[in-house]
């Protein structure tokens, strides 16, 4: 089943595909088979598999009831996050083969970092862009929604945590990546004294800024539930900018598989039922053309970024140039 969170007819509504332009409201469903309706897409994910049967029979019910109830034209619709405020949006650095050779040290595990759902924007939706951000590229990204809280899981077993995969671009900006770039002598206890410290030279960049301003994290427009995505592993991404695909990859060259992912993340954070993992950027180069993905720079070039993962859709965002504030951030001196 495709999933969507959409406004259309002046209402937010809980939506499943109904063929290849049309979308049926769950509740409208729900409400015609006497079934309680759900307050939004984290409460269906968050009913386990109880709920997820019943926007099933819903959908069902739609289907073979086509004169009950209208269809919605996929074209009218907007287009909201499936999962509008996730609890926790984690992101997957470098977990891609393609990057391998530009890792000069790195860790044996995945790496991650987190986005706030404050930078999500639906499919169709734009991403704003304003001129102090700098240089800002695309990264076309798989994205696991958690269906059921796990700490420590086993990753034998991870699968059984996934409620479904949608399309995620982990808009990045790399000149605030360099602009909170610190080096620093940092801190740590003297292996020979453990009451006294020693100074360690050390680069860093947190990426609060850089990955989580407002609108880096287009996502949708689906989300396709676990049973339409039979193998996470074996997925065609690509992605364009203004029509110029500049990615061409698939999901084989992960690094770390879904459940190792869930595994490890786990082991130091709860998941709970709703959260977003996206997985790593597809960085392999288009066959054709080969201009690298940094290339794709939201500064220098309008809209559309698109983003087609095979099974799962397509996702496209205009571009919207914002001034930049009209006052300085800090106070009169």
């Not at 880096?216 to 339409?228: K, N």
């Not at 997985?279 to 559309?304: E, I, N, Q, V, Y």
Request: aromatic fraction near 8%; hydrophobic fraction near 40%.
């Amino acid at each position: 089943m495709r999933l969507a969170s959409i406004h259309w007819d002046g209402q937010d509504r809980i939506a499943a595909a109904a063929g290849e332009d049309a979308l049926v409201d769950l509740n409208l469903a729900l409400e015609a088979t006497g079934g309680p309706a759900f307050g939004s897409m984290l409460d269906l994910v968050r009913g386990g598999p109880g709920a997820l049967n019943r926007a099933r029979r819903a959908l069902d019910w739609a289907r073979d009831n086509p004169d009950g109830l209208a269809p919605i034209p996929a074209y009218a619709v907007t287009w909201h996050p499936p999962v509008r405020r996730p609890g926790k949006i984690i992101g997957v650095a470098l977990n891609n083969s393609a990057a391998d050779d530009r890792k000069i040290s790195a860790p044996d595990h995945p790496t991650i970092f987190m986005k706030p759902a404050t930078c999500l924007v639906g499919h169709g939706e734009p991403i704003p862009v304003r001129p102090h951000y700098g240089r800002l590229h695309p990264e076309p990204e798989l994205a696991v929604v958690v269906g059921r809280d796990g700490k420590d899981i086993d990753p034998a077993r991870a699968m059984d945590h996934v409620f479904g995969y949608t399309i995620f671009n982990d808009m990045t900006g790399n000149d605030m990546r360099g602009e909170d770039r610190v080096h620093y002598w940092a801190l740590y206890p003297d292996p020979d004294d453990p009451d006294k410290v020693q100074k360690v030279e050390q680069h860093l960049s947190y990426t609060a800024r850089y990955k989580g301003a407002d609108g880096f994290g287009p996502a949708g427009p689906w989300l396709a539930t676990a049973d339409e995505v039979p193998d996470p592993h074996d997925l065609d991404i690509s992605c364009s900018l203004a029509g110029e695909v500049f990615t061409d990859d698939n999901t084989r060259h992960y690094t770390y598989r879904v459940e190792e992912v869930l595994a490890f993340v786990s082991r130091f954070m709860t998941l709970e039922a709703g959260d977003m993992i996206s997985m790593g950027t597809a960085f392999r180069a288009a066959k054709t053309g080969g201009r690298p993905l940094h290339a794709a720079d939201l500064s220098r070039f309008d809209g559309p970024v698109e983003v087609a993962i095979s099974g799962l859709g397509r996702l496209s965002n205009p571009v919207r140039r914002l001034p930049a504030p009209a006052t300085d951030w800090r106070l009169p001196r």
